[in-house]
């Protein structure tokens, strides 16, 4: 179902190092003061998405954090008697990112909804790791076997040691080494379900 699902591939960055199950969730920390850039405490920050929707107050340091959250868009909105509501569309919480979200609320001057369009800036100095995201378009526009690991040979850093052409490797999963692992701290997720192989070391459960 790889021209459909988006498959999330986690790899260890030093060989002979154990990781154990990788966490794929993301992050979003959301810091909100006032135009004074004083920190604005009982704000009522709102995150949702098609099937999600979250509620928190942020603290006295102005501050909202929510966790676990599956890779995709959201869409956040941060209210305060008072203050003109904000909100923040199509915000893209990446694999294992912790995006971070600065909000200034303006004194009300009417009911208006201030509605940023513009996608915040990422810079997580805490990931020390890197993902690649393939979408649908991609897949298709791709002109080769739909399986992980032949798609793993056009990202950068990443090598195999098979070349599956037209389909002719179908049925055997590729070894692969990426930036001094040896693949076997990989761990294999689709939809928010792991189904690594705990027999074979890197390996997934099924062939896709």
Not at 35 to 59: C, H, I, K, M, Y
């Amino acid at each position: 179902m790889l021209n459909t699902k988006r498959c999330f591939l986690f790899l260890g960055l030093l060989a002979g190092f154990s990781l154990g199950a990788q966490d794929f969730k993301g992050s979003v920390w959301v810091t909100i003061q006032d135009s004074n850039q004083q920190a604005l405490p009982g704000v009522v920050v709102t995150l949702s998405a098609d099937t999600f929707n979250r509620t928190a107050t942020s603290d006295a340091q102005g501050q909202v954090r929510f966790i676990g959250l599956i890779p995709g868009r959201y869409d956040l909105m941060a209210a305060l008697a008072g203050f003109e509501t904000v909100k923040q569309e199509g915000l893209m919480v990446d694999t294992s990112a912790n995006l971070r979200i600065p909000i200034t609320l303006q004194v009300e001057s009417s009911s208006e909804i201030l509605i940023v369009t513009a996608e915040s800036p990422l810079m997580d100095s805490r990931k020390f790791g890197s993902s690649v995201v393939i979408n649908e378009e991609e897949l298709n526009a791709l002109p080769q076997a739909r399986d992980p690991w032949a798609v793993m040979n056009t990202i950068p850093s990443i090598q195999t040691d098979r070349v599956n052409i037209g389909g002719s490797e179908s049925g055997q999963q590729s070894y692969f080494v990426s930036k001094g692992d040896d693949g076997d701290n990989t761990s294999w997720v689709i939809d928010g379900l792991e189904f690594t192989d705990r027999s074979a070391e890197g390996g997934s459960s099924t062939y896709l």
